[in-house]
């Protein structure tokens, strides 16, 4: 079965860091654009970062320069690096996948087996 499972989030300073991971089992992660997003209370989803199977990465403007996406085959495993995190990085962060690099650009053609479960970041003093 199909499962991605998020996970490294939590509280953290302004300024501080945090390594999320998305750990895939039922498939092998290799073949598949994996994507990271993250909503907002109140707000829409939002696309954050993907790395495609080429390895070749895209980041949203808020977080270029401060947020580093990779991938460890052998691990089945992508993690989202996240550095000098501010107050409106506050959301709780999802990875999904696509077989496509569609994901880069929008999200909604993804179904709901596709995201993980999601893990909660909050930046706070």
């Known amino acids: 079965q199909l499962q991605l499972v998020e996970s490294g989030g939590g509280l953290v300073q302004p300024g501080g860091s945090l390594r999320l991971s998305c750990a895939a089992s039922?498939?092998?992660?290799?073949?598949?654009?994996i994507g990271w997003f993250r909503q907002a209370p109140g707000k829409e989803r939002e696309g954050v970062s993907c790395?495609?199977?080429?390895?070749?990465?895209n980041y949203a403007d808020s977080v270029k320069g401060r947020f580093i996406i990779s991938r460890d085959n052998a691990k089945n495993t992508v993690y989202l690096q996240m550095n000098s995190l501010k107050p409106e990085d506050t959301a709780v962060y999802y990875c999904?996948?696509?077989?496509?690099?569609?994901?880069?650009?929008?999200?909604?053609?993804?179904?709901?087996?596709?995201w993980g479960q999601g893990t909660q970041v909050t930046v706070s003093s």
């Open positions: 790395i495609r199977r080429s390895g070749s990465t």
């Open positions: 999904a996948l696509d077989p496509t690099e569609r994901l880069c650009y929008e999200h909604s053609h993804l179904p709901h087996n596709f």
């Open positions: 039922g498939f092998t992660l290799d073949y598949y654009t």
